[in-house]
């Protein structure tokens, strides 16, 4: 199953049931390259291998993720235009939310399909200021192609979107939020999402 196909899946799970790193300063093919290498660490440590530290690599993995992603400026791309409605206190509880929802899917995804393929840099393609990092994960007979789009933001270089096979992870999720907007409500997401969220933490 492709990375693609696997991202649309954990997105509509989602809507179905509705010590941090520090971002390595230098280019934007730098930071990507760091943070995938500090992912591909951890899942070939020997100490944390098996079913049995299952729990203990994506643990790890989420707090590279939380290190190097901008939550601010996701969570305020994924509610588009409704994010203007929503004044601080409530974009803050917006925020707190969908970071715990983002690092639980995206984690397990990472986990399940970023292990020990080779990762082939193509380039960067800069523009209205934010970069992306065009990357490629080769397999037998296939090549996935995975973009990292970057901002400044938290003390260097952050990742604010990630394409996998054309796929944008951040425009899933605004496509999800907006129709449930506008079939129920903002409220209404927002209790689904609290719903989601309060299963993870039972789990």
Do not use: C, H
């Not at 999720?173 to 129920?184: D, G, H």
């Amino acid at each position: 199953m492709k990375p693609g196909i696997a991202l649309l899946l954990v997105l509509a799970g989602f809507y179905a049931a509705l010590g941090q790193t520090r971002a390595v300063a230098g280019t934007p093919t730098e930071v990507v390259r760091e943070m995938l290498g500090a992912v591909m660490t951890i899942q070939s440590d020997p100490g944390l291998q098996g079913p049995g530290s299952r729990a203990a690599r994506r643990a790890e993995i989420k707090k590279v993720i939380l290190g190097n992603f901008t939550f601010d400026e996701m969570a305020r791309e994924t509610l588009g235009q409704y994010w203007n409605t929503l004044d601080g206190r409530r974009r803050s509880e917006f925020r707190s939310v969908f970071q715990d929802l983002f690092l639980d899917s995206y984690s397990r995804l990472v986990l399940d399909f970023l292990k020990k393929e080779r990762i082939v840099y193509v380039g960067e393609d800069s523009g209205q200021g934010r970069t992306a990092v065009k990357t490629l994960i080769q397999r037998t007979n296939e090549e996935i192609p995975v973009d990292y789009y970057l901002m400044q933001g938290g003390g260097g270089l952050k990742v604010r979107d990630v394409s996998i096979d054309g796929v944008s992870i951040v425009g899933n999720y605004r496509n999800s939020f907006s129709r449930i907007i506008k079939k129920e409500s903002y409220e209404s997401l927002l209790k689904k999402m609290k719903l989601q969220q309060q299963t993870l933490e039972k789990s």
